[in-house]
């Protein structure tokens, strides 16, 4: 199939951007544990670009080398489950609205992907005394849609970013360079013919069409490092996006159904990834009267939660549903998105209403 007919495949996402192509998953992708690929969100800052099979490792390294796909397809194989979300998911629900795509609330997701750990890939090379971070390029480059921030920025930028060495070298981060996404080989859409996944960090680290891994021994300064992809709050200091911000969301009833009266099993996902999600509470007014969901486990170590509430309207009429998360380092969602200026990590207590007739 073409990259259109794959886009064609996928007529359940809503689009955001036709060129470069970035869509969101619809309701139904956080529906089961894992989102079918069709479903699975898109986000590229750039359009497709060609790659040439290889990803090569350099820098500050004993050994440099090349591996081909074949090659990283030896190295012992990792699968793990991963929710992937964008830092700017839910960037529509800020006000003032930020800069930037203009994200509902589907640009999250989970596959299962498979590939070799980037710890086992940089032991191969071995990392000098003096290395602090990996450089992850990305062989997408372009004319930036977004106005670049950092003035050194010429017209051409490409897809980098960094790990630092410690989180990119330690085999429990469970990074890896992915080849294969529920089951088949990357579609281009999502990086192949190799990405990088890394866990429980907002998506941008997770870099799509991996070409090149450059240990460093200066802090790597960026476009998509250090100019965007920062919170930059009006009152404390700048900081990078790292992990995902805990979130609850309500699945099931859909929003603005219509439900008949009696009992209604309220469902829905929450992640964190500085996680597991250790309660999930609905409320069903703006009286602030929380109940407790029954949240499921979390089934492998990135993944999204499932929870569900046995609700008993009181009688017809219109109700506001709230589900609220909070993880195992006792971050709890707020009622208001943290305001920054380019609109990341929203994580504010999502609102919807369903009519009991
Ligand atoms: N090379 C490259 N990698 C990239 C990006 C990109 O534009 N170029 N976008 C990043 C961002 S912002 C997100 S949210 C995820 C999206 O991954 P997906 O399209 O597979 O869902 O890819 C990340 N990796
Ligand atoms: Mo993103």
Redesign the pocket.
């Known amino acids: 199939m073409t990259v259109d007919d794959l886009r064609q495949a996928r007529a359940e996402l809503v689009m955001i951007n036709p060129q470069p192509y970035n869509a969101e998953a619809p309701p139904r992708g956080l529906v089961d544990d894992i989102t079918p690929t069709s479903e699975?969100?898109?986000?590229?800052?750039?359009a497709l670009p060609a790659h040439d099979g290889t990803l090569v490792v350099g820098g500050a390294v004993e050994r440099p080398l090349t591996l081909t796909l074949a090659e990283l397809r030896d190295l012992p194989a990792v699968e793990s489950a991963v929710t992937?979300e964008?830092?700017g998911n839910g960037r529509l629900d800020t006000r003032p609205l930020p800069t930037g795509e203009p994200w509902g609330r589907g640009?999250v997701?989970t596959a299962r992907w498979t590939g070799a750990r980037l710890s086992d890939i940089l032991d191969l090379a071995g990392p000098r005394i003096d290395g602090i971070e990996v450089r992850c390029e990305?062989?997408?480059s372009g004319t930036y849609h977004l106005t670049p921030i950092l003035p050194e920025t010429g017209d051409q930028l490409r897809?980098v970013r960094s790990l630092s060495l410690a989180h990119a070298a330690d085999p429990a981060s469970d990074i890896m360079v992915a080849y294969a996404m529920n089951g088949a080989p990357l579609e281009p859409?999502?990086?192949r013919p190799f990405?990088l996944i890394v866990p429980d960090w907002?998506?941008?680290a997770?870099?799509?069409?991996l070409t090149r891994l450059d240990v460093l021994t200066e802090p790597f300064v960026g476009e998509f490092q250090t100019g965007h992809y920062m919170y930059e709050w009006p009152d404390r200091q700048h900081e990078p996006v790292t992990h995902l911000r805990v979130r609850a969301r309500i699945t099931d009833p859909a929003p603005e159904a219509v439900i008949p009266l009696g009992p209604c099993t309220v469902r829905g996902k929450a992640w964190s990834g500085t996680g597991p999600v250790t309660a999930v509470q609905v409320c069903f007014a703006g009286d602030g009267v929380w109940h407790e969901a029954e949240l499921g486990p979390r089934r492998e170590p990135h993944t999204w939660q499932s929870w569900s509430y046995t609700w008993e309207p009181g009688g017809p009429g219109r109700y506001s549903l709230r589900a609220r998360a909070t993880d195992a380092a006792g971050n709890v969602q707020p009622d208001v998105p943290p305001w920054n200026r380019l609109g990341y990590g929203n994580n504010a207590v999502e609102v919807q209403y369903v009519d009991v007739a």
């Open positions: 699975h969100y898109v986000r590229s800052n750039f992937l964008c830092a640009a997701s990305g062989a997408d897809f859409d999502h990086g990405r907002f998506a941008v997770s870099v799509k069409w």
